[in-house]
Each structure stands twice: as C-alpha cells, then as structure tokens.
Nanobody, 126 residues
Framework: QLQLVESGGGLVQPGGSVRLSCAAS????????IGWFRQAPGKEREGVSC????????NYADFVKGRFTISRDNTKNMVYLQMNSLKSEDTAVYYC???????????????????WGQGTQVTVSS
C-alpha cells in the first residue's frame, strides 16, 4: 500500500517561505494526482492545492493563489509545496494525499483523497 510522508515544516516568520515535501513509498505514486491539505486547531481540514499525475494540471485554493506553488518529480516519487509570503493564518498541520480517481486535479475535497501522511506542522509567527 502506498505510503506518503510529509516533511519540511517548522517555524517561519510572517512574509517568509518554506518548502514542504511529500515522499511516496514507491513509484506507483506517479499514477495518482496528489493533493496538499491543511488543518488548523479547531478547524476542518481544507484543500490547499493539487497536481495531476504528469504535473501539467494544478489547482489552488483561493487563499493561496499567487503565494503557493505545487510541483512534482516522478523520478524521485516526490511532490512539493513551495509556500511564499506566509501569513499567520497559514499556521496548520499540512498533509499530502492521493486522489482516489482520475489523473487530473479535479477536486480539493478531502473525502476524495486517501493514503494520508502523518502531516508536518507549519507555524507562522514572529
């Protein structure tokens, strides 16, 4: 069963940047669109971004458009989330997961995703 492991989180100052990584356990990850999600304390998990199997199709939540960039390297079984111009409201645990159907990035609804990683904490604070 495919497993995903997130890394790269930490404490970042407002306006700063961080790159999150999502490492897949094997090359079957290339057959899945991958999404990034986040969950802040007391809030529901929300979709942040997703990328198609080949990387040519991406989708972003409105609250990160122009600030975050998703990418993938299927030769390394990796998906990345470059986060710039961070705000305090970006503080959350960030997760990656596989889209259960389709190759394109057609939804950011968490119920359509599986193989969730354990998450990585991003804290934006001065």
């Amino acid at each position: 069963q495919l497993q995903l492991v997130e890394s790269g989180g930490g404490l970042v100052q407002p306006g700063g940047s961080v790159r999150l990584s999502c490492a897949a356990s094997d090359s079957t990850s290339a057959s899945y669109a991958i999404g990034w999600f986040r969950q802040a304390p007391g809030k529901e998990r929300e979709g942040v971004s997703c990328i198609s199997t080949g990387g040519g199709d991406t989708n972003y939540a409105d609250f990160v458009k122009g600030r975050f960039t998703i990418s993938r390297d299927n030769t390394k079984n990796m998906v990345y989330l470059q986060m710039n111009s961070l705000k305090s409201e970006d503080t959350a645990v960030y997760y990656c997961a596989t889209l259960t159907s389709g190759y394109m990035c057609w939804t950011l609804q968490a119920s359509y995703y599986a193989s969730w990683g354990q998450g990585t904490q991003v804290t934006v604070s001065s």
